[in-house]
C-alpha cells in the first residue's frame, strides 16, 4: 500500500483523546513516540504503530504524519486539500503524509457538511491554525529541551533546528509538547510562503478508484449483512394500501420481506426535526436477502396495490400552476429598490421575457445506499452522505435515541449533487436493521434513484426592464417555484445595486413532489435566464455584451450596501480576464461566441462559449472560463471542478428534461434520461485570478454560467433566442455534436 492510500485509520475509536480547549479551538493529545524525520516511507504504512496527536493529525513513530480529512468527500476533492492547508501550517512534506477520512466528531470538526461548495470556505481559518498551533507547541518543546527561545529555532519539513544548526523531528518532543498548554494566538504563515498550497496535488484516492479497491458506499459490508431493497409508491400522492409477496419470498436468496413506515410516520409526526428530512407517509415493502441480486429481483415479484391520497399531478398541471404563479400580484418580495412603476412608465422601452425549466433528478452515478447495525447498545451508520450530523440527529428522533449511542462513518461518494444532502435513505436503513434488529444495507436501484428520489424543482422567471436614454433603469424579476423559491441571499446577487429601479418577488407552489437541493441551488437555471437576458438587452442597447456588465458594474463598485453579496470589482476582473482569454470579438470566421458572468457560492466566474455551425447544427468546441475563488488550495483539484461544472451546465441546460404524468415519473433510467456524452463535451480552458484573497467555493460556481454562454452563442450562430430548458427542444429536437 503506498503513500496516501491508507484509510484504515478511520474508524471512530481512532479519536480517543483527551480535550484541551483554547480560544475557541479543540485540540485533543495522547502521549506518542518519537518521529524519525530521515525516515523513508516503507511498502506498508499500515504496518506502522501511529498515535494520536490531536483529532486532526497522527504522527508515526517512523516519523509519518497521518492527516484526517473531517468533511465528506464527494468528487469535490477536499479529502484532499483540506489536509493540504494542515500540512502547510503543520510544515511536514506533502509526500510523507497519508490522508484518511474522519469520522462525525462533532466536538473537534467544524461544519462536517459537504454543501453549499463551502468546506474550504468554512474551516480555512480552523485548518491553518490547527497545523499552525500543533507546529508551534512541537517548537516550544525543544526550545524547553535547547533551553532556547523558540523564536530563535525553524521548523520545516518535520524538523526543528536551532542556531547551531542542531536538529530535533518534531517525534523527538512530541510527548514533551502534549503537556504544554495551547497557545491562544500563533503565527501562520506568508501566502508567499507556502510550499504545498498553491502546488498540484493528486487525489489521494486515485488508486483505489481505478483499481476498483473499496472505497464507497455500496462496498461497505460485514459479516452477517442483509442486502434491502426497498418498493416505494410509483406515483407521488400514493400510499400502500395491499401487497402480496407469496413470490418474493419464494426466490433463492430471499430471508424475509417486511413493511417500515410506522416509525416515519411518528417521526414526521413530531413536526420539524431536520432540513434533510423527505420522507413519504406510506408503508414501503422490504426485501431482505443475501446478496442485492435476490433482494431486487424480489422486489420485482411483489405485487402491491397503491391508493391515492392527494392529487396526482403531471407536468402540464405545473407549468399551468407556475404560469398563474407569474401572474399573481401578491408574491413574497425578497429586494426592492427605487421607483419601479415609475421607471417601466418613462421608459424608451420595455423588454419583457419568460424562462422555464423542468424538473431534474440528481443521477449519482453510484445510487442511494446505506449499512446500519441497530443493537440495543449502540448504532452503527456508515455510507455515503454529505450531512452525516443530520443522520445521526435524525435517527435519534426516529428511533428514541441519544445522538451519543450513534455514531456515523462517512465513505467515500459516487456523486451527490446535492441529493445525498438529505437523510431519507440512511433513515430507511435505520428503520429496517430496528425492526429485523440485524445488519443491513439499503441498496437502491438506478430506476429507484429516478423515480422516488428528490428533484431540482421545476421554476419559471418572468424578467422585465425598462430603457431610457441608452440606459437600463429598471429591472423586475418575478421567479415562480415549486415547494420553495430562490433564498434570500440571491436576491442581492448581480444585478442588484447596478440598476436604480430594481426588485425581486418570488412566488411557490406546494407540491407533492420531493424537491431539494441540486449543484448550485436556484442559481443553475437563474443565472441562464438573467445571462440570456442581459444578451438581448444589449442587442437592443447596441452594447457589446460584456461592455454592458462592465458599465453596470461601475455603479456598484464603491457600493455601501451591506447586501450586496458580490464584489464589482472581483466580478470585473473575471469579466476581463476572460475577455482576453478567450479572445472575446476576434475570434476566426466561422466561430460565434457566447458570454456569460455569474456570481454564486461567494465565487465570480465569467465565462466564454466558442461554437461553430456543422452542416448546420450548433456545436460547442471550446469554453474559456475565468474564476476568482481566492486563493487556490490544489490547482489541479479546482481545475477538475470547474470544468466538470462545466460540462454538467451545458449538458443539463442542453438535453436534461423530466416530466411526470398522474404523480409518476415518465424516465426511469439513461434510456429516456439524456445526459452529455464524451463526443460532445468542449474543450474547456480554465483560468484562475491571483490574489492572496480566502479561498471561496468551487464546487458549484462553473455551472450556473455555463447554459446561459452557450444559448448566447447559438443565438451569435443562428440569431434565435432561448427561453426553455432543454435547448434541444428549443432547436427543434437538433443533436449538438461536440
Known amino acids: 500500500m503506498k503513500l496516501h492510500k491508507n484509510d484504515n485509520f478511520s474508524r ?25 524525520p530521515e525516515a523513508k516511507m516503507p511498502e506498508d504504512i499500515a504496518s506502522l504503530n501511529f498515535n494520536d496527536f490531536n483529532a486532526y493529525i497522527k504522527i508515526s513513530d517512523k516519523g509519518y504524519v497521518t492527516i484526517f480529512s473531517p468533511n465528506p468527500e464527494i468528487g469535490q476533492g477536499v479529502k484532499t486539500s483540506m489536509p493540504m492547508i494542515i500540512a502547510e501550517e503543520l510544515d511536514v512534506e506533502w509526500k510523507n503524509v497519508t490522508v484518511a477520512q474522519g469520522v462525525l466528531d462533532i466536538k473537534n470538526y467544524k461544519r462536517q457538511i459537504a454543501g453549499g461548495s463551502q468546506s474550504i470556505r468554512s474551516n480555512w481559518n480552523v485548518l491553518r491554525q490547527t497545523g499552525a ?39 523527538d518532543v512530541v510527548k514533551e509538547a502534549a503537556l504544554l ?23 489521494v484516492d486515485i488508486d483505489k478508484i481505478i483499481t476498483g479497491k473499496p472505497l464507497f458506499g455500496l462496498d461497505y459490508k460485514t459479516e452477517g449483512m442483509l442486502y434491502a431493497s426497498v418498493l416505494r409508491p410509483p406515483s407521488f400522492g400514493q400510499v400502500l394500501a395491499s401487497f402480496d409477496a407469496t413470490q418474493a419470498k419464494n426466490i433463492s436468496g430471499v430471508v424475509d420481506v417486511i413493511t417500515i413506515g410506522d416509525k416515519a410516520r411518528k417521526f414526521l409526526d413530531k413536526g420539524y426535526v431536520s432540513w434533510t428530512v423527505a420522507l413519504s407517509e406510506s408503508d414501503k ?32 398541471l405545473h407549468h399551468q400552476k407556475l404560469t398563474s404563479l407569474l401572474d399573481r400580484k401578491k408574491t413574497k418580495v425578497l429586494r426592492e429598490d427605487g421607483n419601479l412603476t415609475k421607471a417601466f412608465k418613462e421608459a424608451d422601452t420595455v423588454i419583457e421575457r419568460v424562462y422555464s425549466s423542468p424538473f431534474l433528478p440528481h443521477n449519482c452515478m453510484e445510487p442511494m445506499n446505506f449499512y446500519a447495525n441497530v443493537t440495543a447498545a449502540k448504532i452503527d451508520l456508515v455510507g455515503p452522505t454529505q450531512t452525516p450530523a443530520e443522520v445521526q440527529k435524525s435517527v435519534a428522533v426516529l428511533l428514541d435515541r441519544k445522538k451519543e449511542e450513534i455514531s456515523v462513518e462517512m465513505t467515500r461518494m459516487g456523486g451527490g449533487f446535492g441529493r445525498r444532502l438529505y437523510a431519507d435513505f440512511a433513515i430507511e436503513a435505520a428503520e429496517i436493521s430496528n425492526k429485523v434488529k440485524k445488519p443491513i444495507k439499503m441498496v437502491s436501484t438506478r430506476e429507484d434513484d429516478m423515480t422516488t428520489g428528490i428533484y431540482k424543482p421545476s421554476v419559471k422567471y418572468s424578467i422585465k426592464a425598462s430603457l431610457k436614454g441608452g440606459k437600463i433603469t429598471g429591472y423586475h424579476l418575478k421567479e415562480a417555484a415549486i415547494n420553495g423559491g430562490m433564498y434570500g441571499a440571491i436576491s442581492n446577487f448581480f444585478p442588484a ?43 437592443e442597447l447596441k452594447v457589446d455584451p460584456i ?88 490547482p489541479t483539484g479546482a481545475k477538475n471542478q470547474v470544468e466538470g461544472g462545466v460540462i454538467d451546465g451545458i449538458g443539463h441546460a442542453m438535453y436534461a428534461d423530466f416530466a411526470f404524468k398522474d404523480g409518476k415519473p415518465q424516465s426511469k433510467n439513461f434510456d429516456s434520461y439524456r445526459l452529455i456524452r464524451m463526443q460532445e463535451t468542449p474543450k474547456v480552458e480554465v483560468h484562475f485570478v491571483q490574489n492572496e484573497l480566502s479561498p471561496t467555493g468551487l464546487g458549484e460556481p462553473a455551472l450556473p454560467p455555463a447554459g446561459g454562454a452557450v444559448a448566447n452563442a447559438i443565438n451569435a450562430a443562428l440569431g434565435k433566442r432561448m427561453y426553455n430548458l432543454p435547448l434541444v427542444k428549443e432547436l427543434e429536437k437538433s443533436t449538438i455534436l461536440g
Open 12 to 36: 471512530r475509536n481512532f479519536l480517543k483523546t483527551s480535550v484541551l480547549a483554547s480560544g475557541g479551538m479543540l485540540i485533543g493529545f495522547n502521549f506518542l513516540t518519537a518521529c524519525k
Open 133 to 171: 498551533t500543533a507546529k508551534q507547541m512541537l517548537v516550544t518543546a525543544a526550545a524547553n529541551k535547547w533551553k532556547v527561545d523558540a523564536s530563535t529555532l525553524k521548523a520545516s519539513k518535520g524538523t526543528i533546528t536551532n542556531a547551531n544548526g542542531e536538529t530535533l523531528g518534531y517525534g
Open 181 to 203: 498548554e495551547v497557545p491562544e494566538k500563533v503565527k501562520l504563515k506568508e501566502i508567499k510562503d507556502f510550499s504545498i498550497i498553491g502546488k498540484d496535488a493528486i487525489n
Open 285 to 316: 415493502v422490504v426485501v431482505l436477502a443475501t446478496s442485492t441480486w435476490a433482494a431486487i429481483k424480489a422486489k420485482k415479484a411483489i405485487k402491491a396495490i397503491w391508493k391515492d391520497t392527494s392529487q396526482l399531478e403531471s407536468t402540464e
Open 497 to 539: 445595486g447596478c440598476i436604480p429601479n430594481f426588485k425581486v418577488e418570488s412566488a411557490t407552489y406546494n407540491s407533492n413532489i420531493t424537491t431539494g437541493a441540486w449543484r448550485a441551488p436556484y442559481t443553475n437555471f437563474l443565472a441562464f435566464a438573467e445571462q440570456s437576458f442581459f444578451d438581448e438587452l444589449a442587442t
Open 547 to 634: 461592455q454592458l456588465r462592465l458599465n453596470l458594474l461601475q455603479k456598484v463598485k464603491n457600493t455601501t450596501d451591506k447586501k450586496i453579496q458580490y464584489s464589482g470589482k472581483r466580478m470585473e476582473d473575471v469579466i476581463k480576464l476572460v475577455r482576453q482569454k478567450g479572445n472575446w470579438g476576434k475570434s476566426s470566421n466561422g466561430v460565434y461566441q457566447g458570454f456569460a458572468a455569474y456570481y454564486s457560492h461567494n465565487t465570480h466566474v465569467a465565462e466564454i462559449a466558442d461554437l461553430v455551425l456543422q452542416d448546420g447544427k450548433p456545436v460547442i468546441k471550446k469554453v474559456t472560463v475565468a474564476v476568482d475563488c481566492g486563493v487556490v488550495v490544489n
